[in-house]
Structure formats: C-alpha cells, structure tokens
C-alpha cells in the first residue's frame, strides 16, 4: 500500500521528516506559512548530518483547503497553535486517515480526540537537533530517531507502515506505547526546555556546570517518578533511564532546544502539555512534581513579562 501523506506545520520538525520521507520518492503535501512563496519558486532545502538533501519540487500550500485528502496527516505545529486545528484539519481527512501529532507534552491526542470524537489518532517523539534557519532552509544537527505509539488505532498495521516508510527514507522509527513514550520524552524535555529559558542558556553550558547538571538528574527522577505513579500497572521507567538521556545530552552539539527558541522570539511558551499536564496528572496521581512546578511556574512569569 502507497500513502499519501499531509504535514501541517513544515518548520524545523514537519520539514525535516516530511522532506526525508519526500526525498525518498514518497508523496507528501506540505502546509507552509510564511515560507510558502519562496518553497514553491526555489524549493526545500536540508542540511543534515545524516546528508544534505534538497527537493526541487515541493508538493506545497498555504491553505488545507487546497490539499488533497491525506491516508496520514503529521501535526508538527507548536502545541500553543493546536486551536488552529479544527479548521486545519478537516479539508485532509478521508474515514480512515491517521493524525500523528508530532508534538512534545502530554494531553495533546486526548483533547484532539474530543475535538474529532472518530478520529484515528497516533503520537510521535522526535528525538531530534533542528531548527529552521531561513526561508526554505532547515539545518538538523543531531540526533533524529523518531518513536510512534497508537492513542485510538484499534489497527495498527497502518502505524507499522508509516513506521517502514520512515526506515526506508533513513529514518531510526519504532512503535512504543505513547503513554510512557511520551513521560520518556518528558524526562528531556521538561529540564532542558525549560532551564535553558530561565538560565537563557544553552545545553552544553548547563552540562558543563556541577551545579545545574546536578539539578537537570534531580528534576529528571521527579519526572520519572511522576510517570511511575501514574502509569503504575501499565509500564515503569527506570531511574538509570535519566543518566542515558544525560549521557546523550552531553555529547550532543550545543544546541538550544525549541522553548529557548521561542523565548529568544518572544513567542508563546509551550508550557501548558509539557509543565502544567505532567504536573496535574502527576498531582492526580498522589505525586507531587515540587521542582517541575517550580519551573512551570517561573516559565509563566518570563512568558508573562513580554506577552502582555
């Protein structure tokens, strides 16, 4: 079977794994914003250390309502955008497409599902260094694994194949059970997004200082341990999982993750699915976050003094 795939939201993460997936001869339709005009005339470009890449021709739009309908529809918005959604998504739909939100936190396929009660609906983690560095233009640096895990697949021998497309375009894939997937990915996530905000700094320089790398494992276990109280019965992460991801961490190339990009633009925080969510189900869970909520709370106050 041939997918026909929809990318909303083609910046840093939707570009690149969209354009891995185009430039090994898949069909894909990518949704532009400010980069419409310039992709159509000049086309995608990728610098990657897995090999540079460049899609002359791009199957591009600024408006869904010109794509075709889509077998699986990649969300790869900022979290903080998914109000859009219910007007974006709609003209891409057939029965039986597939949405996979390619997004970090917690809580996005739920809220998604009450807003599209029939929807198939996947999670994607992008273990992944990029950014978007000019029009058109998308430098990936390190890393790129990307893992998937059904939220309302009762079949996933569609999921299976998305995965195999990706493998084929030299992507490293795998399906995993999205609850824990995504806390895994938490235990990145809430430390380095938010330290390199509150610190504005990048990760290397947090890796290099006893102190804040001290405090990166200390609110890592406190992400892990909120994740074993609330999936108690359905999976555990172990505590040595926070020293792979700072192991990885200190061997990356300085980088400074999407939230810190964000500040740095003045643009809205990603703070509600990757702090407040983890931290409420966490709460629920009879767990308290005491370091997480410290941060979220420090986050809303930076975000608060230049979004006014």
């Not at 532009?32 to 005339?41: P, T």
């Not at 430390?191 to 200082?209: A, F, I, R, W």
């Not at 999936?231 to 505590?239: A, L, V």
Request: net charge negative.
């Amino acid at each position: 079977m041939t997918l026909k795939y929809g990318v909303i939201g083609s910046g840093a993460i939707g570009g690149y794994y969209g354009g891995k997936l185009a430039h090994s001869g898949k069909e894909v339709h990518f949704l532009f914003h400010s980069d419409y005009n310039y992709v159509k005339e000049n086309g995608l470009r990728v610098d990657s250390v897995k090999g540079n890449f460049h899609l002359d021709s791009v199957l591009a739009y600024n408006n869904t309502s010109e794509m075709p309908k889509c077998d699986v529809v990649f969300v790869c918005l900022k979290s903080t955008n998914n109000k859009l959604l219910k007007e974006l998504l709609p003209p891409l739909l057939h029965k039986d497409t597939l949405v996979i939100l390619i997004q970090n936190g917690l809580g996005l396929e739920a809220d998604l599902q009450q807003d599209f009660p029939n929807l198939r609906i996947a999670g994607g983690l992008a273990f992944i260094c990029s950014s978007k560095i000019r029009e058109g233009h998308i430098a990936h640096f390190d890393e790129g694994k990307l893992n998937l895990g059904s939220y309302s697949c009762d079949d996933e021998s569609l999921l299976k194949l998305v995965c195999s497309d990706f493998q084929q375009a030299g992507v490293e894939t795998r399906i995993l059970q999205l609850e824990m997937a995504r806390w895994m990915k938490l235990v990145w996530n809430i430390p380095y997004n938010g330290m390199t905000v509150v610190l504005n700094t990048t990760t290397d320089k947090l890796m290099s200082n006893t102190h804040t790398e001290n405090l990166l494992r200390k609110m890592m276990l406190e992400v892990i341990n909120g994740a074993n109280q609330v999936g108690k019965d359905r999976f555990t992460i172990p505590e040595t999982y926070a020293d792979g991801i700072l192991d990885m961490t200190r061997h990356m190339v300085p980088y400074s993750p999407s939230m810190k990009l964000d500040y740095d633009y003045h643009r809205p925080l990603e703070i509600d699915y990757i702090y407040s969510r983890p931290i409420l189900e966490a709460g629920k869970a009879g767990y308290d976050m005491v370091c997480v909520s410290m941060l979220e709370k420090q986050l809303r106050f930076i975000e608060s003094q230049y979004l006014k």
